[in-house]
């Protein structure tokens, strides 16, 4: 319908109705897949990791049987996405049909568009490393991305088994972000050296920063009388956090191994520091700059917009990228709060389940969000497979939707998985 136009062009009222028509189908085919009492599988996170069994993984490397040559397009190798065991889903999922014994891996092109490999083998595996995600355009980039080192982290799953009518009855968006803390709390604390280099850096720039703009703003705008006073009244104290913190940051910087005692101590010595909040507004009518100036200390909390909280943002998120890491690369060691300090993993622990109440992916449903491709028990394809975008996979598809997996329900019945379609929610 929407291809390249063929001879003798339609009616304006005729391509209208085929289009509303055409709308209406969709609907239909997605309110009767959407109403399925099918079972589907939800393919949740381990968390904690090192408890448990799994069904598979997402990231990580690849676990292939001897001798498998590692999957190309194009001749260009693919990117490991995850693996799926089958004998961990529900006998009745896809109404029974497919294979229900060995693994389903999946591997995409770095590049656009998504067109997904999906093999099915058996058999005792092995741990093959496959190319590095660096620049895929369906991963996110991490703080502790380095251009030849990135790789996405390995998240084992389970599965949680629901029907598909109630997957939609239930679904109500979330917010899943916990309220942010402050560096005095110890959930929040670095564990490790590129932890303490990574707050040095932030909280530096953002002390250097401060030093900057109270001897250079004055200098650039036309302030009113009170506000040049101010400026001029702060200038010592913040000459003298500046001094502190680069003392304190060197002692940081030169001790070889920290425990949590001498990160603590630390910290307690930083939060006694001056700093200030600065808000330009506008210039009033009579060109001077309008500002909300506050005093403040360096690590107290501050509001959304705040310039000063602009440092605390970068930190936090670049924290809990080390700690993912951290904590996806060492799962047999149980608990893992042996590597990361206990108050860091509880609070991403509950963080990460709140994310993914309804999963990392599902399989054998109906999409929460809108694909034209047919699906359902009405039709001739089945949901292989979806993907969520999500911040703890690295996964981000188009514009952070998702990306649906399905395939011809007869060639799933003979285990055919040579022509899997792709489809993108929205």
Known sequence: MFG????????PEEFVARFIGYQVETEK???????????????????????????????????????????????????????????????????????????????????????????????????????????????????????????????????????????????????????????????????DRETVSLLCTTLGEAVTEQVREIVRFPAMRKLRPADAAWFASQRQAVLHTFIRFFEIEGRIRSIGVLDAVEIAEFIEELAGLYAYDMRYLRNDAEGCAELELHDTRLLDAQLNGSELRSWWCRYEAGLRNHAMKAYTSMPSVSPPSTILPLPLVQRLEREWQSQTRDGLAAMG?????????????????????????????????????SLVLLMDRQALRRGDFSKVMFDITN
């Open 365 to 401: 449903h109906a999409p929460i969000g809108h694909i034209y491709t047919p699906h359902g028990p009405d039709s001739p394809n089945e949901v292989l497979l979806e993907l969520y975008t999500s911040n703890i996979t690295g996964f981000i598809w188009g514009d952070c939707y």
């Open 4 to 11: 390249r136009r063929k001879s003798g062009s339609l009616h």
């Open 29 to 191: 085919m997605k309110d009767a897949a959407r109403s399925s009492e099918r079972s589907v599988a939800i393919l949740k996170p381990k968390i904690p990791i090192g408890i448990g069994g799994s069904a598979g993984w997402f990231g990580g490397s690849a676990a292939l049987p001897a001798g498998m040559a590692w999957p190309e397009q194009n001749g260009k190798k693919l990117l490991f996405v995850g693996q799926i065991d089958l004998s961990a889903l529900p006998q009745d999922l896809w109404s029974g049909v497919g294979p229900r014994s060995g693994w389903l891996g999946i591997f995409l092109p770095a590049e656009w568009p998504p067109n997904p490999t999906v093999l099915h083998f058996d058999g005792p595996l092995v741990e093959v490393k496959g190319p590095l995600p660096n620049s895929a355009d369906w991963t996110r980039a991490y703080d502790f991305k380095a251009t030849n080192s990135f790789a996405l982290p390995k998240w084992p799953l389970t599965v949680d088994i629901r029907f598909g009518h109630e997957l939609h009855e239930a679904y109500v968006k979330r917010s899943t972000k916990e309220p942010s803390g402050t560096l005095l709390d110890p959930a929040y604390h670095p564990f």
